[in-house]
């Protein structure tokens, strides 16, 4: 009788090949929706960052509004949040930028912890299908004796495609992990300028 164990390891080399595929299918949905989201929040971002700093530096406050009101980049949410609020002080607008600025964070870094997972764990996942598929040919090897050796080596040339098929699925997301990430520090770092450029104006508005 074979045993839970011998037959969870005969039989699991397939399905493990059916979960990498839908984990590819997973890290390119991520990636699509990423490319997708992080090109609309910076449509208008270099614009600002180039026009923003001559405006304050005029005072044009109400034309520095206006031309946030619209935008749906991170900088320009961040800065309509604090050229709005101006009234309550320098303090009020620092600490309301700080708020909007985390939640930017937070959506821009959103669904990429599926991508660092995956980049981690995919090898793992293609490995552990490899030992179970060469479980099973030498499995098959045994039932049907020394005369069949092509057994065996059919067997483990079918099971390294899992461990081929995990990393083609992590090499590509570790390196959209990374151009991700690198393309987030950079939005909030060109957000935390501007928004630094707005404190400074609040605090020379309230000595005024």
Same mark, same amino acid.
């Given at each position: 009788?074979?045993?839970?164990? /011998? ?9 493990? #090949?059916?979960? #990498? ?32 700093? /001559?405006? #304050? ?5 109400? /034309?520095?509004? /206006? ?10 949410? $961040? ?52 030992? #179970? ?17 092509? $057994?065996?080596?059919?067997? $483990? ?16 997301? $570790? ?34």
């Amino acid at each position: 009788m074979i045993g839970p164990i /011998k037959a969870f390891a005969l039989l699991a080399g397939e399905w493990i #090949l059916y979960l #990498l595929l839908a984990l590819s299918v997973l890290c390119v949905a991520v990636m699509i929706e990423k490319i997708l989201f992080l090109r609309s929040k910076s449509r208008d971002s270099e614009f600002l960052s180039v026009e923003i700093p /001559k405006i #304050l530096a005029q005072g044009e406050i109400q /034309k520095a509004r /206006k031309m946030v009101e619209h935008s749906f980049s991170s900088e320009g949410q $961040v800065l309509k949040a604090g050229l709005s609020h101006l009234s309550l002080g320098a303090e009020g607008v620092e600490l309301i930028m700080e708020s909007h600025r985390i939640h930017e964070k937070m959506a821009l870094e959103k669904h990429l912890l599926v991508l660092g997972t995956l980049g981690n764990n995919a090898p793992f996942i293609g490995l552990f299908g490899t030992v #179970l598929g060469i479980i099973k040919a030498f499995n098959d090897l045994a039932l049907a004796g020394t005369s069949a050796p092509s $057994v065996v080596m059919r067997g $483990v040339s079918e099971a390294l495609v899992a461990t081929a098929v995990g990393l083609l699925i992590a090499i590509p997301a $570790v390196a959209s992990f990374n151009y991700f990430q690198g393309r987030i520090k950079r939005t909030m770092a060109n957000t935390e300028r501007l928004t630094r450029l707005v404190s400074a104006y609040s605090k020379k508005r309230k000595r005024k």
